[in-house]
């Protein structure tokens, strides 16, 4: 479910930049790039922080278990 997500919100980018038209920047983007000045970059080489993963797997997870009710919602047995 993560991978589907993290390819759908790299799909989403790619076509925001193809729909965004040719920029000005000249330079390939890295650690000195400066927040705010355009720059170049492989879409297809950037990957979600950490953060942005975790929060994809708390959403899912979240949506597992407004899926269940009951029963379903109790803990295993070696988890107690």
């Known amino acids: 479910m993560i991978r589907v997500t993290v390819a759908n919100a790299a799909v989403s980018a ?3 930049v193809l729909l965004c038209g040719p920029t000005d920047a ?3 983007c890295g650690a000195s790039s400066k927040t705010g ?3 170049t970059c492989k879409v297809l080489e950037l ?3 950490q953060f ?3 929060m994809l797997a708390v959403r899912d997870k979240e949506t597992e278990l407004a899926r269940k009710s009951g029963p379903a919602l109790s803990l295993p047995a070696e988890a107690s």
């Open 37 to 39: 000045e355009l720059c």
């Open 52 to 54: 942005a993963v975790g």
């Open 26 to 28: 000249t330079t390939a």
């Open 14 to 16: 790619l076509a925001i």
């Open 47 to 49: 990957r979600p922080t």
